[in-house]
């Protein structure tokens, strides 16, 4: 495997780590992001290390791409733990980890607070993913941010569109719903936090990332994106994921590189962080 | 084959209607719309029964789903005297029917058209389809808004970028040619009649619905539709359909999923209805 | 959903129970033979009900279509719980199953080694599925055969070429290993014994069958498994499973087709138990 | 478009006349065999013109590829009109022709046996396409054969293994089916007559030949095929169609590249009618 | 092969003339667009001839189609010669050319810049395509502006997003660099002078147009195009490019179409100069 | 990048060195075999290390992965002269490469002719590959077999089916033409030399490997080439290579899965040589 492009070698002066997450065990409609950590790191040798959005280069830092966690299919809730027990070993980096499924962010999100007990999660997402369980399951890709609201974690959601009757009540309830554009009203919540930054791919459009396991029509583009993360304060974020491509979905291959393109600008956006 | 997400089990009180029409005997470039309402009830599947875009449910209301009409391929005219026996035969309910090719309107818009003499119709489509013939075919999905004009009935057609110059002469000769937003101007010819709405689901870019038969750039998108779809006087609907659908063009599967959301959100629209 | 063809609606007079087992959750390579029981379904529309090899029709005999089993994706113990009750409930039919992959193999034998204490269990397969864990997992397609050789029962394998060296040497101590026309070899295992016939289709030339999860080459053609099929003792054989067709591999659709095919000849040649 | 591969420009002094019949309006299951004729063609671009299994090139005769016949989709009968008239004009010539669907073979047959009163049949084919009417339609890819022996002609089928009961009791009765090898038993049949040769090409297995609208495993290969090209009386052969390649189905193009390979060993073959 | 959609037969006459460039030959990633030429021409045909954009037909006016330059893969200098050659001898018609890649522009734009000393090159392109070498060779798709800037040709570049630092500080040190509708501080530059324009389709967004070579997510869409179309000087236009189109990357076939509708409002466009 | 199954990190005690060569510049029908190496190793991930046709394991020797020979896109010569340098660099090992197109085997046998003065070649392939010049192009994949010619080395040819006319007489003047299991026609000419082995994945039949750049129909299979296998004296072949796959043209992943399987075979039949 190629690590994602411009990674470093220097895992050890590598602030930000990158790693994969092949795991796709609950997912209910189309399997097939357990592909996406390879896809994407394949992606990015088709793309230049130079972001013009935001003047700087992947070269201009050091990142460190540890390669995918081995995780076997067939147990949910040892793939969880697995994932869990690799964050908790890496917590002292900023984790950039690349899903896989939506699951795999809870065991993340337990890792660093484990050493981050103030922090909140910023969720970008076209589905809500806060049923109590799903068909029974509760630890599901469609359960995941009820999970992370019952660790005690204030949950902040960009984006949704699509959910039961019930999980946007209980969205409203609990404040978690928010646009895009709102970081007034936002603010009083993510001041002074350390932020979690949790990107369901479904938040975009499928017209432009089309190669998503739920597709769900009346999303942002990458324009929106790029305005939304040049002015989030990345400077407090100590993990962002990307999960959901489903590289097999989209032969046209657009949605690996859109993804590979988004990790990218995330990657630059986080390295001014390694400066302060 | 399972019924469309949310259908109720209880056709006699259900004052909505699906049927699938897998007709798709006169496409000219792409046959493959007869695999259409399959793969959008197997699409319905996997997208939530609750829209917040209008905060109601599939479940808060009774629609049954009738199945497909038996269509046997190679002969047109029986097909549309299919198509139009059906419609008869269940013109008391609301009938939203799922293509099949764009001359299935055809029969509906006759069967209707009996029980509704003073309906309109309301076309949503990139292309003009009011040739007077197709390379000698009378009945074609190329013709199919020429003899709904030829039956004497007022035809609106919104979206429209492609045709031939004399389609295109006869409908500015005719008033057919309207813009999404231009409610007030055609005011006077909505008001006070039943109408029949008819989606090409072309009339979207191909950026966000690849899979149809005809694809022609510069369309709208979901957010355009669904503004159009509050504003619009669904009171007044007595039938839908969405038809020219392609599965077979679209591998991401993204154009079906886009069809059973829009599905949803008209069947949603249309259960104001019931209540009055 | 469509019932397989030709199936009856009167599931108590049906000797014949079809089911589909919609799970996948531990395939290592390609996840997706849970979509093989519609896809198969579907497939079986395009095929006769009359076999010109066996002189005989579906329409001659009584089978049921139960539909699927209703398996949350995410718990796999709990599937295989799932397929254990629906097969232990439905025991004094014949069962014909659809995976889904191998290891809903594992739930049918419990079931059915309840009822027939005498069963052994034949296997048509490429690989040898004999490890004692994979990757750390007891719960595998890859250690299906091994969990029920550690059941007690006795395990025939057809057409097995891949696997590990330890596996092949397990298989080669326990007697396991068998050709396709030795079934004089066979006899003495076979002879008095209710039979339960596993079929994974990647026994079959990925050529023929490329719509497997892990295609094998230099498989068995339809020809050389009619001909086994033929001679075969069927009138012992108390359930069938036909797993790991993984239709989204294969956009041909031959090898839905394929399997629909070889399940019309399945259920004719069991159907001559009936008769008795 | 560019014509087959070697095609001469003289349609005077071309003996051999090959057109394309874009027609598949009574698929009964997946449309798109009206895209062959083009596929084929292009797919004659990537093989050569000589043969090394008859030692002779495409360019040592005459042939002439006089385009497609230009059919409106939307009418049968018409389409079945327009290939009777174009074949009839050209009836001076052997006709090879592209289809499109079996349903062809009936305007080709019809023109044919105008001239040649005393015209057989012989067709390779893996279905029986005998029914009297298909789902009420009498004009059928599935009932093609039907009305052919309707008009009087002696049918030979080849490589038939499916059909209804109905259809198989039929050909036994009237003496259709035979096999590939027994010239002998053929013998009398054939003896002195004029012979129309039409290849179905799901006669092949869908292993090779995976992009044909109904694939039915257990078919013959290649090699097979060329052992009969070989030995059978092309002498005697007015004319050759070869129908039902659906290109939409198969993403590898093996099927057209087949069928160009194919089409190239049959008019060598038909080039020594030329010489004598 | 099917010339363009409305193409005369009038070679002498036409003012216009198109040719097709399959030549994929640097391509880094995935090579592909040597199909193209023939794809755009199919798509053509699923097109009208009428431009409601522009109330104008391609049948008002004569443009002829030459067919593909006629390219040995292999070598990559030869091609560039060979386009070259080719140009330089129809220098007399508006050129429109269908890559192919992007280095068939370094052919056609020497060609021309013969006969027009003055002539500017404006481009539409994703990426700078201006690096000095790539991987150590001088003529690539990668290179192409550079090498066109190295003959003194003043270059402006619309849409870019993507390239080296190295590429952006050249760019932004020659004022190559201009945004789609500052068309007043492009002012002095196009003022006076003959213009190539050239498109490589990756400039729009991916959603819009899959099947190019390098995806880049962030471009613009059809109407964009079309409002900047009808705004630039197509009067001083002597030659147009639209390269990149890989259409095995989109299985959909959106790309080709839109890409050939992008063509008719080219082609409409320069029209306008005949009739001067 | 993965390496091959099974690979050992310990290049210096490895008698066998496996590379991959990702050049397709002068392929003629469909470019995409530079993906090869890539894709069958990650083929290579799912099938086993064990050999039951062999009864040994790759683990049971040394190999090394030395991964992709660098090669820019565009500059023929310059490739094949890469790979000849890296070739004779290694040239003390036994090179097993990975294509790429056919036209590499020229540079891999023009180093170990260098070294092996009395080496022949032994290839498989559905063409000869034997023209003097391929479209005015002397370096190409269809022409590399007479370039080998060119060099004075002795060439025998196995499972040729395509060619021109010209290029089977001139196989047959050279005696170049041999079949699968004539090895004692052969033996006087493979005898005491040392052989290269070059495996154009062509050979096979299509319907078995139907991701190849020129498909060709009437191909052997797995079985037929693993007889060859192990009869052939494998202990003289002092080198290796498996080209043509291009897995773009089979979305069902069963060509690589093949490949892979393959190499396996070879690695291991030439493992013995270690041993003596």
């Known amino acids: 495997?190629?690590?994602?492009?411009?990674?470093?070698?220097?895992?050890?002066?590598?602030?930000?780590?990158?790693?994969?997450?092949?795991?796709?065990?609950?997912?209910?409609?189309?399997?097939?992001?357990?592909?996406?950590?390879?896809?994407?790191?394949?992606?990015?040798?088709?793309i230049e290390t130079y972001s013009v959005y935001q003047d700087r280069?992947?070269?201009?830092?050091k990142f460190f791409d540890a390669g995918d966690i081995d995780i076997s299919p067939?147990?949910?809730?040892?793939?969880?733990?697995?994932?869990?027990?690799?964050a908790r070993k890496n917590s002292d980096k900023i984790l950039v980890s690349l899903g896989g499924e939506h699951l795999v962010t809870l065991g993340l999100v337990q890792a660093l607070h484990e050493r981050y007990k103030d922090m909140i999660l910023v969720c970008l997402d076209a589905h809500t993913d806060l049923r109590d369980n799903y068909l029974g399951i509760k630890l599901s890709h469609a359960t995941v941010l009820r999970r992370i609201v019952d660790m005690g974690l204030k949950v902040v959601l960009l984006g949704a569109r699509s959910?039961?009757?019930?999980?946007?009540?209980?969205?409203?309830?609990?404040?978690?719903?928010h646009s895009f554009d709102d970081f007034k009203k936002m603010d009083y919540i993510i001041k002074g936090k350390k932020i979690y930054v949790s990107i369901d791919m479904d938040v975009f459009d499928p017209g432009f990332v089309p190669g998503v396991s739920n597709p769900e029509a009346g999303g942002i583009n990458f324009i929106d994106f790029m305005k939304w993360l040049k002015e989030f304060p990345f400077q407090s974020v100590i993990g962002v994921d990307v999960?959901?491509?489903?590289?097999?979905?989209?032969?046209?291959?657009?949605?690996?590189?859109?993804?590979?393109?988004?990790l990218r600008e995330i990657l630059i956006r986080l390295s001014y962080q390694i400066k302060t």
Do not use: W
Request: charged share 25%; net charge positive; aromatic share 12%.
């Open 74 to 86: 067939g147990d949910t809730k040892r793939a969880v733990k697995k994932v869990f027990r690799f």
């Open 163 to 177: 959910g039961t009757k019930e999980e946007f009540e209980f969205a409203r309830k609990n404040n978690i719903l």
């Open 1 to 46: 495997m190629n690590p994602f492009l411009g990674a470093s070698k220097d895992r050890k002066n590598s602030r930000i780590l990158i790693s994969g997450i092949p795991f796709d065990g609950t997912s209910s409609f189309r399997a097939g992001s357990r592909f996406a950590p390879a896809s994407i790191r394949e992606a990015s040798q088709s």
């Open 243 to 262: 999960v959901e491509i489903n590289p097999g979905c989209d032969p046209s291959f657009i949605s690996s590189v859109f993804a590979a393109k988004l």
């Open 57 to 61: 280069c992947l070269d201009d830092f």
